[in-house]
């Protein structure tokens, strides 16, 4: 390995944007935020777009900074949310602003999709488990409306645009293509039968590039306006779950599942080869894809989004509370006393979430929540228990047993929700690193060009750089967990 390498992490989610520089040095890897700016829906004709102008002013300051702190930088990397997409025309303008994966004009398009080619069909082939935002339906829908964008242009998907935006190149990076809903999991390419199926034009559809291979280097325009050197620039695990799942400081000799946890906790493990049966789709399990050739074999479980929307409505009534706070008032309640589905509808939007909390449980017979602390520690119960059971349903749809749960990402920090997991499932729980995603984009850059050899070297080095702290079972209660989850299983059926 040389002695010292920067690189720059371009990470933008939802709600937010950050630019980390990472230097690699003998060994050991370091973070230092450069920039971070909002990101978030931009409302137009009552639709919903990204304002893909403003995210490249952003990224572009982002750079800036980072010169000014450096002009040693290695290369640049984007990671974002997956799904979403741009049509570029031929002068490399979008035919539109990009849609937004909460646009409504998804809302039906599955009854149309379905009446063509099979849902199971669609999963036996993609693996990708059905939600309305997907790529595939997100396409189908603005085809049937606007054909006219169609026309000469090329898809790319969100990270994959930024890519072209400072090198100039049109592909489409395979993870985050691999949300699409429109990649042969077996293949890992385009389905070009179900893409013609489907009536969309198969010339949109550009080559498909493997994670950490070389896009470029920074556009003439680029660097003549940033007063730049000609940088390199990455293609990384551009769907921020797989950056995040490589950053997995694994264990050696044991067998791992891993939580990516944040607002959404995504449970999973890596396999060599996708799982596209029936049961896999009915379990509401999904394949993506990962680095080194790797499938993240995961599902979707409501993360720290109950707590965050609780904290939320508490602080909006003048009430000032930290998450520590809430864990310790939570472990002041009775155990397994209220428990919630945390996947149910009544939880996805904003709201009284306090309140819905309470409506569920009167709901479903549990009867009145007597205080505060019982709302918190039925919340953090309830999101054990669906580890539990999400982990019990993947071992047994892989035949495994897993003797330890890495959780990486923001989620890591609520000390209480680690031990309370590792209780529930009665197995080890390493927690940590935090910054799960931005790692995984500088390691990616690392394999990219070769100063990693592989994913195995790469989590060597996170392990060797990030604090990861081990929760054991407390002894003496799994019992009474065993008897809460087979209530917790009827909820969750209900």
């Avoid at 809302?107 to 199971?120: G, L, M, Q, Y």
């Avoid at 000032?320 to 008032?329: L, V």
């Amino acid at each position: 390995m040389e002695l010292k390498k920067n690189y720059l992490a371009f990470d933008l989610g939802a709600s937010s944007g950050r630019a980390i520089l990472g230097e690699l040095s003998d060994g050991r890897l370091s973070l230092s935020e450069i920039h971070r700016f909002t990101n978030g829906p931009l409302e137009k004709d009552g639709s919903l777009f990204w304002d893909f102008d403003a995210i490249c002013r952003e990224i572009k300051t982002g750079l800036k900074k980072a010169l000014l702190k450096t002009n040693d930088i290695s290369s640049i990397a984007v990671d974002t949310w997956g799904v979403d997409y741009i049509l570029l025309k031929k002068d490399g303008n979008a035919a539109r602003l990009p849609y937004h994966y909460r646009d409504a004009r998804t809302d039906k398009t599955s009854e149309k999709v379905f009446s063509i080619v099979p849902a199971a069909h669609i999963y036996e082939k993609t693996g990708i488990q059905y939600m309305q935002l997907n790529t595939l339906y997100q396409l189908f829908e603005h085809e049937k409306t606007h054909p006219e964008d169609f026309e000469g242009s090329t898809l790319l998907l969100i990270p994959d645009a930024l890519t072209y935006m400072l090198c100039g190149d049109r592909a489409c990076e395979y993870t985050e293509a691999s949300t699409s809903n429109l990649i042969d999991a077996k293949q890992k390419n385009w389905d070009l039968e179900l893409i013609e199926r489907l009536g969309l034009p198969s010339s949109v559809f550009p080559r498909i590039a493997m994670p950490c291979t070389a896009a470029g280097k920074l556009t003439p325009e680029l660097q003549k306006e940033l007063s730049c050197p000609a940088i390199s620039v990455m293609r990384i695990g551009s769907h921020d779950t797989a950056s995040a799942v490589a950053s997995v400081p694994a264990p050696h000799g044991k067998k791992w599942a891993y939580v990516s946890c944040g607002t959404w906790a995504l449970l999973g493990a890596e396999l060599d080869q996708p799982i596209l049966s029936e049961k896999a789709r009915l379990a509401g399990f999904t394949n993506e894809g990962g680095l080194d050739g790797k499938i993240r074999f995961l599902t979707n479980i409501m993360g720290t989004w109950l707590l965050q929307e609780t904290k939320r409505v508490w602080e909006e009534k003048g009430r000032k509370i930290s998450y520590p706070e809430m864990g310790a008032m939570a472990m002041k309640a009775e155990p397994l006393k209220f428990l919630i589905n945390p996947n149910d509808k009544k939880f996805l939007s904003p709201g009284d979430m306090p309140g819905n909390i309470r409506d569920y449980c009167m709901e479903t017979g549990q009867g009145k929540i007597p205080d505060d602390n019982a709302v918190l520690r039925c919340v953090y119960d309830s999101l054990a228990l669906y580890f539990r059971m999400k982990l019990e349903e993947l071992q047994a749809l892989l035949g495994v047993k897993y003797e330890c749960l890495n959780i990486v990402g923001g989620g890591t920090k609520d000390r209480t929700l680690m031990q309370l997991a590792s209780d529930c499932l009665g197995i080890a729980v390493a927690a940590g690193p935090v910054e799960a995603t931005s790692i995984g984009n500088i390691i990616g850059q690392a394999m990219a060009d070769g100063t990693l050899s592989n994913l195995a070297d790469a989590r060597e080095i996170v392990r060797s750089s990030f604090d990861v702290e081990e929760f054991k079972p407390s002894s003496g209660n799994a019992v009474t967990w065993n008897g809460a989850l087979e209530k917790f299983r009827k909820l969750c059926q209900a």
